[in-house]
């Protein structure tokens, strides 16, 4: 499953690591302890055995012995790794392909972005090395 990070009913743990972050919650039981390793990615959700969810951030280990629950959409996780000890936080299950047509719908904006800037008059004035 792929998840959407939101701003709303969990909050962060104090700690601000980059490897992962804990959100403030009741720990998840039942799952079933460690596993093989396996790979990781940016926006895993782990869950070690003391139940407690760990999102794994830019500086994560490269495998992993615990259950992933989910994966954090790529379009979200720059809000994720922004939100700091105590923010409010909702996850929102959606699809690949929801996660996808989010994904598309960011770089679309960028590129507008983008292209807006490149056309600002601010620019027209000044030589092509100095425009960025």
Known sequence: A?????????????ERPRRG????APPISGGPGELVSTAMVDGAIQLPADGAPILLLA??????????LAV?????????????????LRVE???????????REAEADLER???AIAADALWEGLPPDTRG
Not at 2 to 14: D, E, G, I, L, Q
Not at 21 to 24: T, V
Not at 72 to 88: E, F, I, K, N, T
């Open 2 to 14: 792929r998840v959407r990070c939101v701003p709303a009913s969990a909050t962060w743990a104090p």
């Open 59 to 68: 500086d994560h280990q490269t495998v992993g012995g615990y259950p992933v």
């Open 113 to 115: 972005s983008a292209r």
């Open 21 to 24: 972050r804990r959100p403030e």
């Open 93 to 103: 299950l959606i699809g690949v392909a929801e996660a996808q047509r989010r994904r």
């Open 72 to 88: 954090v959409a790529s379009v979200d996780l720059p809000l994720a790794g922004q939100l700091r000890p105590g923010d409010p």
